[in-house]
């Protein structure tokens, strides 16, 4: 998978999708909160052993 900037518009999202999309939005805003919510010397030692 491959980043791109183009914008996907979907003009008829189905309720299913709109419901999966909203449950990774929660979960990115879960992960950027518990990044933020680290300690710096615990980031560094979580990305030094990942």
Do not use: G
């Not at 008829?12 to 010397?41: D, F, G, V, Y």
């Amino acid at each position: 998978m491959s980043h791109t900037e183009e914008t996907l518009v979907i003009s008829k999202p189905s309720e299913k999708l709109l419901k999966a999309i909203e449950e990774l939005r929660k979960h990115k805003l879960s992960q950027i909160e518990k990044l933020r919510n680290m300690k710096p010397e615990d980031f560094s030692r979580r990305v030094i052993l990942s």
